[in-house]
């Protein structure tokens, strides 16, 4: 299993990204995956999760502002992050549930980790 996130960078208050992550070694469609964040001296947090059949979770923090999908035929995970703040500078990781299973499990049910894409919003 390998994933591997793509698209940070640095962007004013206000911008979008878009993050991806590429999976290997299992199907995304078919799996529950999120994107994780955590910024400089603070603790890992769930951003947004999507199981197999589509229905995704955010937390309230970035609720109408995030969206998270998938894409089938590139089984790859996407973030598309818009109205950025510069609280949402950190690093941005996707998992995988820690079973490959379709339903979430919680926050604390993903056992599989990219190395992570910075993001950086300047005010």
């Known amino acids: 299993v390998q994933l591997v996130e793509s698209g940070g960078g640095s962007v004013q208050a206000g911008g979008s990204l878009t993050l991806s992550c590429a999976a290997d070694?299992?199907?995304?469609?078919?799996?529950?995956m999120a994107w994780f964040r955590q910024a400089s001296g603070k603790e890992r947090e769930g951003v947004a999760a999507?199981?197999?059949?589509?229905?995704?979770g955010y937390a309230r923090s970035v609720k109408g502002r995030f969206t998270i999908s998938k894409d089938r035929t590139k089984n790859t995970l996407y973030l598309q992050m818009t109205n950025l703040r510069s609280e949402d500078t950190a690093m941005y990781y996707c998992?995988?549930?820690?079973?490959?299973?379709?339903?979430?499990?919680?926050?604390?049910?993903?056992?599989?980790w990219g190395q992570g894409t910075q993001v950086t919003v300047s005010s």
């Open positions: 999507i199981a197999s059949y589509g229905s995704a």
């Open positions: 998992a995988a549930d820690r079973a490959l299973g379709d339903e979430c499990q919680g926050w604390a049910g993903f056992g599989y």
């Open positions: 070694g299992f199907t995304v469609i078919s799996t529950c």
